[in-house]
């Protein structure tokens, strides 16, 4: 299973929170935006991957990329 957060629309508060779960967890996060995304220190799990495009690259690319069991923020 594999957590796939859109950082371009997911508010900064719910990112807090699934960085911590991820951690938590171990759950492999991916963040998916159409910017650069810092990732915090010392967060293991978290993966961030830049996509170009339109506001909606990030939602096409999570689609495109997740398998089922995957969970979609």
Known sequence: ????????????AVK??????????KLETVLVANHRVMIPAGYVHLNAIRVD????????YIAEHAES???AV
Do not use: H, N, Y
């Not at 594999?2 to 900064?12: M, N």
């Not at 807090?16 to 967890?25: A, G, H, K, P, V």
């Open 53 to 60: 495009g339109s506001r909606v690259a990030a939602d096409r």
């Open 1 to 12: 299973m594999k957590l796939w957060i859109d950082a371009d629309a997911a508010p900064q």
């Open 16 to 25: 807090e929170i699934c960085f911590r779960t991820s951690e938590r967890l």
């Open 69 to 71: 069991g995957d969970v």
